[in-house]
């Protein structure tokens, strides 16, 4: 082999090679010649991109949902830790109290059968074939002056069922009759 | 004698008066049938001057006694011919007043039902009895008083539904078919 044949062959493997004359395939593509279209996103990228958006959501409810629930623990709008180191121990054993006894709102209890004399309200049902007695029970555990509501219902199939309910802590818009009673009795002020 | 025991009835009269006026009224539909009705069961008390286990026991032969007049006024030609009876006249109305349940139109059309589905309703719903007291009261099982209980019920809603006519005229009939006196 000639000299200079020699010298031609290197160069050409050179430009083969690539820049720093790394070992390459001969049959490897330019630059120039890769097309837009490998920019577009590859599936597993697309996967991965979803699911870094559903993390990112699920973290954002996740912080949606201690806030609400620090939210549920203040009392009188002071988040609770600030009222504890505001209070102190005597003081925060109150608030725990408080919060103990606002936490069940109804409990199970055997039916009493009470005529509808003593009944602080009655709630005849004839459609839903159903009727509800409620009474104010015992004395008011705090200064609001609501104590536990005892509810009785009595349906046309020969079941009864009878609930205590936290009169404070009963909601309007309960799905719940029995409960809706004894918001009812909680908020109607003295025997009706 | 007749004074003593006018005067044994004085107590039972002051207790049920007003309970069996109620129950009267509901059946009678009218103020002075209800009276009639209340005066004849005392009558009956007197004559047949029974023995009572207990005030339970007492306060249910009146109930009985009383639906039972009812059934036997209702039933007689002179009654079938002349009353056109299904709902209660609304001059009639003002003569009844529950003591602890507020009146509502359901009421109206729990009186309008047929005699065997109107005193069990009428009972549980606004007298407060358990449907082991009405069974023993009109002497009949408590699966009866709970079918009664429930197709009373549906005859009500229907009422309100599509009134007094139509639908509810045929399911009405076939009650009334069904059922005749409460104690059957």
Redesign the interface.
């Known amino acids: 082999m000639r000299i200079n044949e020699w010298n031609q062959r290197k160069q050409s493997g050179a430009e083969i090679n690539g820049p720093g004359n790394m070992q390459g395939k001969g049959n490897a593509k330019k630059l120039g010649d890769i097309s837009t279209k490998s920019c577009k996103a590859k599936p597993e990228e697309d996967s991965f991109r979803s699911s870094l958006q559903k993390s990112m959501v699920q973290e954002e409810a996740m912080k949606a949902h201690y806030r609400k629930a620090e939210e549920g623990s203040r009392i009188g709008g002071q988040p609770l830790r600030q009222l504890e180191r505001e209070a102190g121990p005597a003081r925060m054993e109150n608030i725990n109290a408080c919060m103990e006894r606002n936490a069940p709102a109804a409990k199970e209890v055997p039916v009493r059968?009470i005529?509808?004399?003593e009944?602080d309200m009655?709630e005849?049902n004839?459609?839903d074939?159903y009727?509800l007695k409620a009474k104010r029970d015992g004395k008011p555990a705090d200064s609001s002056g609501i104590g536990w509501i005892y509810v009785e219902k009595?349906s046309?199939?020969?079941e009864w069922k009878a609930y205590l309910y936290d009169g404070a802590s009963s909601r309007k818009e309960s799905g719940d009759e029995m409960e809706r009673m004894a918001y009812a009795v909680a908020n109607a002020g003295p025997k009706l | 004698m007749r004074r003593n025991k006018e005067k044994e009835a004085e107590a039972p009269f002051e207790k049920y008066k007003d309970i069996l006026y109620r129950i009267a009224f509901s059946n009678m539909k009218s103020k002075a049938d209800a009276e009639d009705v209340v005066q004849e069961a005392f009558c009956r008390y007197l004559k047949a001057e029974p023995a009572f286990e207990n005030e339970n026991h007492e306060k249910a032969w009146f109930i009985r006694v009383v639906i039972n007049i009812c059934y036997d006024i209702q039933k007689s030609a002179w009654f079938s011919r002349t009353v056109a009876f299904d709902e209660v006249p609304e001059s009639e109305m003002e003569h009844f007043k529950l003591?602890?349940?507020e009146e509502d139109e359901?009421l109206w059309?729990?009186m309008a039902l047929p005699t065997a589905y109107r005193n069990p309703?009428y009972l549980?719903?606004?007298e407060?009895y358990?449907?082991k007291e009405i069974a023993q009261i009109m002497e009949l099982g408590?699966g009866t008083v709970?079918t009664r209980?429930?197709r009373g019920?549906e005859m009500?809603?229907e009422r309100?539904l599509y009134g007094t006519g139509g639908k509810d005229r045929s399911l009405m009939d076939k009650a009334s078919k069904e059922g005749g006196k409460d104690a059957d």
Do not use: M
């Open positions: 059968r005529p509808y004399g009944c009655v005849v004839v459609l074939g009727v009595k046309d199939d020969g | 003591p602890f349940v359901t059309h729990v309703l549980f719903y606004y407060d358990s449907i408590e709970k209980l429930r019920r009500v809603k309100i």
